[in-house]
């Protein structure tokens, strides 16, 4: 929390943290509300029982109060850096997309797993994305309205497709990961690999062989007009808008 506080003193005009205490057993919910105390842009959300990882999403996006929103693991796998880089990055396209870029610190079945996933969707769905999974930054009314019926950590492979489907742009942003001090992620089981192939040929069929719609509601803004191609890297210094985490 303090390093994403950092971040918005470096290169945001505002930003607030909502965080959300999934039913934690430990002493979470006690320090995210003395967090609360100290710093008037941290809130907290208490989650009645374990709901995971998509409901506490949900939770947070649906309380945010600023322009755009993301979210940074709680884990610390992503360093202070980067949380300042992909800040940066808001407003050179409709979403930011971090990807990892020390891909070769992450254990051998993760990058295979990564890979394997972002190669089978570029390919069905004609997307040429370094990563769908990431801590994307969406224009907070459009991360409402996207499609997030996938389960597990997987609706926000659904979100990422179906704001590429509906013509928004990205902008790129490497991220550096590093391991967490403490437990062990869950997001790799037989279980998650099972849902991750279920969604990208749910996504396939969906968006590539039937070609179904999804309409924009008016009061989303569509996606902006640029020169550049629907996908690119650029770098931006720094940036004056307003994130929710």
């Known amino acids: 929390v303090h390093g994403v506080l950092a971040a918005f003193d470096s290169v945001l005009e505002e930003g607030e943290v909502w965080i959300v205490n999934d039913g934690s057993t430990d002493r979470t919910g006690i320090l995210a509300d003395q967090l609360s105390r100290l710093d008037e842009r941290v809130r907290?959300?208490?989650?009645?029982?374990?709901?995971?990882?998509?409901?506490?999403?949900?939770?947070?996006?649906?309380?945010?109060?600023?322009d755009y929103f993301t979210f940074v693991p709680?884990?610390?796998e992503i360093t202070p850096d980067s949380v300042r880089t992909i800040f940066s990055k808001v407003g050179s396209a409709?979403?930011?997309?971090?990807?990892?870029?020390n891909v070769w610190d992450r254990p051998w079945y993760r990058r295979?797993?990564?890979?394997?996933?972002?190669?089978?969707l570029n390919v069905l769905l004609g997307n040429r994305l370094k990563y769908y999974q990431g801590p994307n930054i969406y224009p907070t009314a459009l991360a409402r309205i996207l499609p997030q019926s996938a389960g597990g950590f997987f609706f926000l492979t659904e979100m990422t497709a179906q704001a590429v489907h509906l013509g928004y742009s990205v902008a790129h942003v490497g991220l550096i990961h590093q391991e967490r001090e403490h437990g062990k992620s869950k997001a790799l089981s037989w279980k998650n690999v099972r849902r991750a192939v279920q969604t990208i040929l749910r996504l396939w069929w969906n968006l590539t062989i039937l070609q179904k719609?999804?309409?924009v509601p008016t009061h989303v803004a569509p996606p902006q007009e640029r020169a550049e191609p629907?996908?690119?890297?650029?770098i931006v210094p720094e940036s004056s808008e307003k994130v929710a985490v």
């Open 44 to 66: 907290v959300i208490h989650q009645p029982r374990n709901m995971g990882f998509g409901a506490g999403y949900g939770a947070a996006l649906a309380q945010a109060r600023l």
């Open 74 to 76: 709680g884990d610390n």
């Open 94 to 101: 409709d979403v930011v997309l971090p990807y990892h870029y």
């Open 112 to 120: 295979l797993l990564t890979f394997g996933c972002t190669t089978l």
């Open 213 to 215: 719609p999804f309409t």
């Open 230 to 234: 629907k996908t690119w890297s650029s």
